[in-house]
């Protein structure tokens, strides 16, 4: 079975810097693209960015509102994704979701889901 | 920037029929864009309910089907629930830098 579980959201000030994970387990997630998606509170969802697989090249792609302010790594021998979060905006302020991207019959889509981790940015 | 649109908001009663949309604010909607549907309940994390168009995720009910309808994606529910109450969301790839982008949801009431 599936499992993602996000961690390390944190009450953190404007400005500041904050890395949360998301732990994987229950497929090959060395093989796996990897996204963060969020939804900040009375707004709809939102994707942050992508990670590749390394046999994919290990790149990344980010939406235009975290571009050049949030990073997405991976450590395949922990089976962890990372988001690197820096210079943080109130608006920042949401639930963060790690979805899985299978690539089944060469579509595009999330698979599955973690339940999220709350970063809230207040001064 | 790319804008996907979405209706607001959908009232359906109990045992009907709803079809929700998803269109581009520039162009129309194709199965290249790979159009994809999210569903999502308070306190719950999204669950992936169509992708690649019309291909429904496993374990999603067969009254949930994927479509392209004129020049837009659809989402159609038949014979809704009360727990089909939620937020809808589609999403299309911009193909140019594999880039997804979420329509802005639409939330489903069934009263």
């Known amino acids: ?123 | 920037q790319t804008v996907v649109t979405q209706e607001p908001s959908f009232s359906v009663s109990p045992g009907g029929t709803v079809t929700l949309t998803c269109a581009l604010r520039s162009g129309s909607v194709s199965t290249s864009y790979y159009p994809s549907w999210y569903q999502q309940t308070p306190g719950q994390p999204p669950r992936t309910l169509i992708y690649n168009t019309n291909t429904r995720s496993y374990g999603v009910p067969d009254r949930f089907s994927g479509s392209i309808l004129g020049s837009r994606a659809a989402l159609t529910i038949t014979g809704a629930q009360a727990d089909d109450e939620g937020d809808y969301y589609c999403v299309l790839y911009m193909t140019s830098d594999i880039s997804a982008v979420f329509g802005g949801g639409t939330h489903l009431t069934v009263l």
């Open chain 1, 1 to 123: 079975e599936v499992q993602l579980v996000e961690s390390g959201g944190v009450l953190v000030k404007p400005g500041e810097s904050l890395r949360i994970s998301c732990a994987a387990s229950g497929f090959s997630f060395s093989y796996s693209w990897m996204n963060w998606v969020r939804r900040a509170p009375g707004k709809g969802l939102e994707w942050i960015g992508r990670i590749k697989s390394k046999i994919d090249g290990g790149t990344t792609a980010y939406g235009a509102s975290v571009q050049g302010r949030f990073s997405i790594s991976r450590d395949d021998s922990r089976k962890t994704m990372f988001l690197q979060m820096n210079s943080l905006q109130i608006e920042d302020t949401a639930v963060y979701y790690c979805t899985t991207e299978p690539l089944i019959d060469a579509a595009y889509f999330f698979g599955s889901w973690g339940q999220g981790t709350l970063v809230t940015v207040s001064s």
